[in-house]
C-alpha cells in the first residue's frame, strides 16, 4: 500500500507542473513600508533559517523591502504557523513554510489550531531539497539491492532528526518499500545523530543529501540513494531510489505563507519580488549550496500544491505510527 502511494507523488508532481508558472500581474518590488517580518519554525543556524535570511537580505537590498527574521520553533513548527495564522493580513509578518507546519503536523496531531490551507495565504514557493540515506563505509553496501541484502541479514540502526521528522518518514518508507526492517534511533536534530554516526555509533542516518557533501568526499559515509526526482548536480554520483527500482520521493520543501485574507494584489506583488530574488544568480547559487532545487509557483499553484502534499505525506506518516 505505501508503494502505491508512493508511486502517485511522481503523478502527481506531474499535473502541479502545469501550475508551476509564475505570475505576470505584479511588477517585483517593495509591498509595505513597514519592516516584514519573516517567521522562521527552526532555531538559527539550520537551512529554513539561511534561506530566509537570504531572502530577507536581498528584499532589502535590490527591492528596497526592508525585512527582519524572527525564529520561533517548537511543537513540529505548529507554534510558527499558528502565531502567524493570528496576524494581520497585511503582508507585514510572512512564515517560512515548511512540511513539517503544514503537510505533516495535519495528519501527525489528533488537531492543530490552524487551517494548513484555508486559514493561509500560501504566496510563493521557493523549493525543495532532498534527503538520502548514508551507511556507514565499512559495511561494504553500495546500493540498495545490497543494503537489501544487509539489513535482511542484520537489522541495521538508523537516525533521523526526531520522531515524525522527513528522515524518520522517509526511513520508514524506505524500510515498507524494500520489505526490509531497519532500527529507529530518533535524535534532536541532525546534527546529533551525525556525530553519532561518525562515532561508530549509529550504521546509517538519513538527511538532506548535499548538506552531507562533504561526507561523502572524505569517504566518511556511502551514499546509497536520494529521494528525489532525478540526480542533484552537486551529487551526481549518487543514485535516486527511482532509478534504482524504488519509486520514492520525499523531498523537503520551503515557501513564502502569510495568514489567511492578503489582498489579491499584494500577494502578486510578494510573489514577483521573490521570484525575482530567486532569479538573482548569486541567490541561485547558494541555494545550490544549501541542495535547494528552485521552482516558481503562482499563489494559486502553490496553495494547490501544499493541499495535495497534505495527500501524499498522509500514508506515510501513518505508515510510522506516529499519528495521534
Known amino acids: 500500500m505505501i508503494r502505491n502511494y508512493l508511486k502517485s507523488i511522481g503523478a502527481s508532481a506531474m499535473a502541479l507542473s502545469l501550475l508551476w508558472a509564475p505570475s505576470a500581474m505584479a511588477e517585483p518590488g517593495a509591498w509595505s513600508d513597514e519592516p516584514v517580518?519573516?517567521?522562521?519554525?527552526?532555531?538559527?543556524?539550520?537551512?529554513?533559517?539561511?534561506?530566509?535570511?537570504?531572502?530577507?537580505?536581498?528584499?532589502?537590498?535590490?527591492?528596497g523591502q526592508k525585512a527582519v527574521v524572527d525564529n520561533r520553533p517548537g511543537a513540529a513548527g505548529t507554534v510558527a504557523a499558528d502565531y502567524v495564522a493570528q496576524q494581520d493580513p497585511d503582508g507585514t509578518t510572512l512564515i517560512l513554510a515548511n512540511n513539517a507546519p503544514y503537510t505533516i503536523a495535519p495528519t501527525r496531531f489528533k488537531s492543530i489550531p490552524?487551517?494548513?490551507?484555508?486559514?493561509?495565504?500560501?504566496?510563493?514557493y521557493i523549493g525543495a531539497s532532498a534527503p538520502g540515506l548514508f551507511v556507514q563505509p565499512s559495511a561494504g553496501i553500495k546500493s540498495l539491492e545490497d543494503y537489501i541484502t544487509h539489513v535482511k541479514d542484520t537489522p541495521m540502526t538508523y537516525g533521523s532528526s526526531g520522531v515524525?521528522?522527513?528522515?524518520?518518514?522517509?526511513?520508514?518508507?524506505?524500510?515498507?518499500?524494500?520489505?526490509?526492517?531497519?532500527?529507529?534511533?530518533?535524535?534532536?536534530?541532525?546534527?546529533?545523530?551525525?556525530?553519532d554516526f561518525r562515532a561508530?555509533?549509529?550504521?546509517?542516518?538519513?538527511?538532506?543529501?548535499?548538506?552531507?557533501?562533504?561526507?561523502?568526499?572524505?569517504?566518511?559515509?556511502?551514499?546509497?540513494?536520494?529521494?528525489?526526482?532525478?540526480?542533484?548536480?552537486?551529487?551526481?554520483?549518487?543514485?535516486?531510489?527511482?532509478?534504482?527500482?524504488y519509486d520514492i520521493v520525499v523531498e523537503n520543501w520551503v515557501g513564502l505563507s502569510g495568514p489567511a485574507g492578503i489582498d489579491p494584489a499584494t500577494v502578486s506583488k510578494i510573489n514577483?519580488?521573490?521570484?525575482?530574488?530567486?532569479?538573482?544568480?548569486?541567490?541561485?547559487?547558494r541555494l545550490t549550496e544549501l541542495g535547494i532545487t528552485h521552482r516558481a509557483m503562482d499563489s494559486q499553484g502553490y496553495t494547490d500544491f501544499v493541499a495535495n502534499q497534505i495527500e501524499v505525506w498522509a500514508p506515510l506518516i501513518i505508515a510510522t505510527g506516529i499519528a495521534e
Not at 490551507?117 to 500560501?122: M, S
Request: glycine share 6%; net charge negative.
Open 37 to 63: 517580518r519573516i517567521v522562521v519554525t527552526f532555531p538559527p543556524g539550520g537551512a529554513s533559517d539561511l534561506v530566509a535570511r537570504l531572502l530577507a537580505q536581498y528584499l532589502d537590498t535590490e527591492f
Open 114 to 124: 490552524y487551517d494548513p490551507v484555508n486559514g493561509a495565504t500560501h504566496v510563493a
Open 164 to 195: 515524525g521528522s522527513i528522515s524518520h518518514i522517509l526511513g520508514e518508507a524506505v524500510d515498507a518499500s524494500l520489505g526490509v526492517e531497519s532500527i529507529h534511533v530518533p535524535y534532536k536534530g541532525s546534527s546529533p545523530a551525525i556525530q
Open 200 to 245: 561508530g555509533v549509529l550504521e546509517s542516518f538519513y538527511d538532506l543529501a548535499v548538506q552531507n557533501s562533504d561526507m561523502i568526499e572524505d569517504k566518511e559515509a556511502v551514499a546509497i540513494a536520494i529521494a528525489s526526482s532525478v540526480r542533484n548536480p552537486e551529487l551526481p554520483d549518487v543514485p535516486t531510489f527511482k532509478e534504482q527500482g
Open 272 to 285: 514577483e519580488t521573490v521570484l525575482a530574488v530567486f532569479a538573482n544568480p548569486e541567490v541561485q547559487d
